[in-house]
Every structure is written in C-alpha cells, then in structure tokens.
C-alpha cells in the first residue's frame, strides 16, 4: 500500500517520562484515520512530535517515502505535512483571505527574492482559483474579505483548516478541530473531514468527540499511556475490550 | 495595509510639507533640528520596520547608528576614501555587525530580546570608548569631511539647508523602501510574524530568516542615518550612542504611530523637538518628558496617528448623521 504518512516506532522521552513508546501506524492517500485515547495517553505528543514542533526521541516518520523526522517544522510543512491548532490559532489583523494566501506560501510557484518584494496582495492566478476553492469548501467564501478578529469562534477553527489546506499537503493533522462546537458546527465540520479525505488528503483526526470520529473515520488508533492499544475500524475499536477498559468505558 | 489613494495623496503633502519647511524657518537652529528630525526619520523607519511590523522591540538601533558613523569616518580619515563611498558603505559594515547580533538574539522572544538588543548596544558603546587607538574614545573623532568639494564644489553641503535636502532625499528613499517591503508578499510575513509567530511556522515559512532581513534592514537604516549625522556634525563621540537614544527610536516609533508608514516620522520629529519646547521647565524637562510618554502609551496606544484616524473617523460619521 502507498503511505501518505508512515510512522515507525516513534518514540518522545520527556525527562525520564515516555509520552511515547514505540508508535507505529499508516495513513494511506485519502484515508482518515482517527487518534484516540484518554488525557495524557500522548496524542498531543504525536501531532506535536509529527508536526516537528520538538524532535523525536526515537523512530522513524516518513511522507510519502521520504523521512522527515530530522527536518524542523516549516520543512515538514513544505515536503507535505501540516496541522491544526487544539485552540484556535488565527492572524487577527488579517482578512480570512490573507491568512489562507499566507498558509499557501509554501505551495507558491513564484519565488526567489524578486517575487518576495512584489505587492504582497498579488497572487498567481491558478493560486486565487485555488484558494477561492478551498474557502467554499471550509464555508468560508462568504467572510473572505472579513477581518479575522471579526469572524466566530467556530468559523476560526473552519479558518485553520482552510489554511493548512492551502499548502495542498499530503497529510494533514487535526488536534481536537471540533473543541467548542456545537452539534451544527460539528456536522459541518464532518462534511469537511470526509471531503479532504475524497480530495485525497490524508488525515489524522485527534478528538474526543466519540460519535465524530465513528462517523468520518475509515480506522481509529487508540493510544494508552503512550503506546498504541488497539487499530482498527469504527466497528471494530468499538468492540475491543481493552479500548472499553481504557477509554471508552461502558456507556460506548 | 495597502497603498490606497488617500494614502498616496498623505504622502505627498507631508513631502511637500517638507520641502517647503526651511524657507518658513529664519532661526538656523531649528534648521539645524529639522535637519537632526529626518536622520532621526531613516532610524525611526528601520525600528518601525523590527518593532511595529515584526514586533520585536530591538534597543539597539544607536549602536548601530555608531557603528555607521564611525565605520564613515574611519574609512574616510584613514584610508582617504571619498564621502559618497563611505556613507554607502556604513549600511553594509552595519549589516555584518546586525547578522552577527540577530542570529542568536532572534532565538528569543519580547522582553529577552529587548534586553538581548540592550546589551549589545551596551558592548557598542564600551568597544567605542575603550577601543581608544582606533576611535579616540571619549574625545571623538573629529574633522569629519562634508560630502562634495566644499565650498567652491557645485553643492555647498556645509550650508544647513543644502544638507536638509540632501537628508530629506534619503529620508524619502529609505521610506519609500519601508513602504514597498512591509506592502510586499515579505511584508506580510514579517507582520504575520507580530500577529502569531507559531503559526508563521506551521504554514511551513522559517520565521528566523524574516525575523533576521527585518532585524538587518532596520540596522542598515540605522548604520546610514549614523554616516549622514557623521558628516553633518563633523564630530561624533560615544556618547551620542548610548541605550538613551536607542530609546528615543523605540519612543519615536510608539509616539508616531507603529506600524504605519507616517508614524515614524511624525515620531521622530516629536522626539527631536519636543525636549526642545521643554526647556522652559529646565530641571523638570526630563520629568514631563516622561510623563508625556507614559500618557502617551495610555491614552493613544496606537500613537499619534491612530489618533487623528480616529478623530476623522469620527468627524466623518458626526457629518454622516
């Protein structure tokens, strides 16, 4: 199978605490794979340890084939991987659109010290087709030209998506997107989510939100006091005693 | 921020403003301040440049305007070279001081680097006093060449106004320059930076390298404005390079209004005459000086350019109604 994202024994020491011991787990082009577990089972430090925000202790992550654990994070971004913040992280001086131009840098074909200087509202034009593309598939079409400050909490959250999208990644990350939404927000949210799968993103989705991520996941890994306990489908995680023991508990 | 009309047309009056000054000035001395207001404009656009639009406080721009004017008239006094070329080489000496300094300062953040910055403008200073066979220490160094032939040359730079002008050139060009990279695509990087740094980073852009070019350039600016005092006054000492000015182009920026492109330089005229009109309260100037600035910062944070949009703004809608 070709890996969008291949993780092997991955593993993040902090001080004398594994966080993580021995992670390893796929994501296949255009498959949504859910990360689940309880407070503190390390599903933060994965995102964190994937997205390059601090190196690994041990293990290997590779995009589309190519290792990526030794490079920082803008270079992780750039050879295909970008994520979303557990809060909601926006430039607030900027309009909607601005933010989503600003994340799509790295996927810019004009570059070289030139192109930095020229007005930084100039775009090419198969890059506005683009973005404009992407705000209609977040829901946000309607507020681009809205100073972010402006826009709902929810719409910053859609806002964070829209921008990591506008790189084009191979793999994206969602740490906990549907934190604060309420029910309709969350149904939108998983619209989108099974819309980047079809895009042929692939996305891991970190959240506590049970019925959310049965819904959009294609396979749920489950994390447990940093190592993996159980992978597989909706289904199937549901049924496995040692997720109900851990996670889940009986009311799932 | 874009380039709008309106924008344009402010820009031009306060130009025209400019040129016109010195014939509304008879006193010699506030020549002489006007001309020290626009060194001080190049100095406050490159601090606006780190401070307003990447926001990082940087203290050190002083020690950069030292390194400017000494690097002129070391070049010039020993080794004969002509004024034109050392005042263009004073940006570039400066640049390789500012790579060396931001490197490691731009691996912290707000007031770490603040104090980072302070210190090295504090090294500047004791390097210049003590490096004694090079600089002549506390004395100075002297007899600095004007630009041109002197007196007999086509330009007469020694006259006050001739060298106004010759300064409000520059201040317009480094402007211009603030204005065309904070409107760019690099532009709006650097002020992404101020907003979120961590998620410059997670849209995949090194924010250490646009946190160095807006470090750099703003010492470049600096390290010129120093060449031109250099060889307006004709004698530099340290002393005119401490912590103390550094301030005065932190307070120029949030006086003038940060992150906009005439906040500087309303700032800058601000803190070359304001200590002037207060002389009248002689031991007390420094004390209302301050007092100023601290109500200043509380009651115009946006400094005094956000606050006339804002009186427009309400004039505007006062004749909507």
Not at chain 1, 45 to 51: G, P
Not at chain 2, 49 to 69: D, R
């Amino acid at each position: 199978m070709d890996l969008a994202l291949d993780v092997r024994d991955l593993g993040k020491t902090f001080g004398g605490v594994k966080a993580l011991d021995g992670l390893s787990f796929g994501i296949a082009r255009g498959e949504v794979m859910g990360l689940i577990g309880p407070n503190g089972s390390g599903k933060s430090t994965t995102v964190n340890t994937l997205a390059g925000v601090f190196p690994a202790t041990s293990g290997e992550i590779r995009l589309r084939g190519k290792p990526v654990h030794h490079l920082p994070e803008y270079a992780r971004v750039q050879a295909g991987l970008t994520r979303t913040f557990q809060t909601a992280s926006v430039f607030p001086e900027f309009t909607v659109r601005e933010q989503v131009l600003l994340g799509a840098e790295p996927a810019r074909t004009r570059r070289g010290v030139w192109s930095m200087l020229r007005s930084g509202a100039r775009m090419e034009p198969e890059l506005r087709g683009r973005l404009d593309e992407i705000l209609q598939l977040t829901g946000l079409a309607d507020l681009a030209d809205t100073r972010i400050e402006e826009v709902s909490a929810a719409d910053q959250r859609f806002l964070m998506i829209a921008t990591a999208l506008a790189a084009d990644p191979a793999v994206i990350l969602l740490d906990e997107p549907a934190a604060g939404m309420v029910s309709h927000e969350r149904d939108r949210l998983s619209h989108l989510i099974l819309a980047l799968g079809a895009r042929g993103h692939a996305v891991l989705v970190i959240e506590h939100h049970m019925s959310l991520i049965m819904k959009v996941c294609d396979r749920i890994t489950v994390l447990n006091f940093g190592e993996k306990i159980a992978e597989g489908t909706p289904r199937e995680i549901r049924s496995d005693q040692r997720v109900v023991d851990a996670y889940l508990g009986e009311a799932a | 921020m874009t380039l709008t009309r309106k924008n344009g047309l402010l820009y031009l009056a306060i130009l025209a403003g400019l040129i016109v000054l010195p014939s509304f000035i008879s006193t010699k001395y506030y020549i002489h301040l006007s001309v020290l207001a626009l060194i001080w404009v190049i100095v406050a656009q490159g601090q606006n440049l780190i401070q307003g639009f990447t926001g990082y406080v940087s203290i050190a721009q002083a020690g950069f305007m030292g390194i400017g004017a000494y690097g002129t008239a070391l070049l010039g006094l020993n080794f004969g070279l002509p004024v034109w070329l050392t005042i263009l080489s004073a940006p570039l000496i400066t640049a390789l001081f500012a790579l060396v300094a931001g490197y490691p300062s731009l691996r912290v953040k707000g007031h770490y680097f603040a104090i980072v910055t302070l210190a090295f403008n504090m090294v500047i200073f004791i390097v210049l006093l003590n490096l004694t066979d090079l600089t002549n220490g506390e004395a100075g160094l002297m007899g600095i060449p004007k630009p041109g032939a002197g007196k007999d040359g086509a330009i007469n730079f020694a006259d006050r106004t001739t060298y106004y002008y010759f300064v409000l050139i520059a201040a317009t060009g480094v402007t211009a320059l603030t204005a065309l990279i904070v409107n760019s695509r690099l532009g709006r990087v650097l002020v992404a930076i101020r907003q979120n740094e961590t998620l410059v980073g997670a849209a995949g852009l090194a924010a250490w390298k646009y946190k160095l070019f807006a470090f750099v350039v703003s010492a470049m600016f600096a390290g010129f404005a120093g060449a031109l005092y250099a060889h307006y006054q004709s004698f530099i000492n340290p002393e005119i390079f401490t912590i103390a000015q550094s301030m005065d182009a932190v307070l120029a920026v949030i006086l003038g209004g940060s992150g906009t492109i005439t906040g500087p330089i309303i700032g800058a005229f601000a803190i070359v005459f304001l200590p002037e009109y207060l002389r009248f309260a002689d031991s007390f100037r420094l004390v209302i000086y301050g007092l100023i600035l601290i109500l200043a910062t509380i009651f115009m944070p946006r400094g005094i350019v956000g606050l006339a949009s804002d009186a427009l703004g309400l004039l505007k809608k006062r004749r909507a109604r």
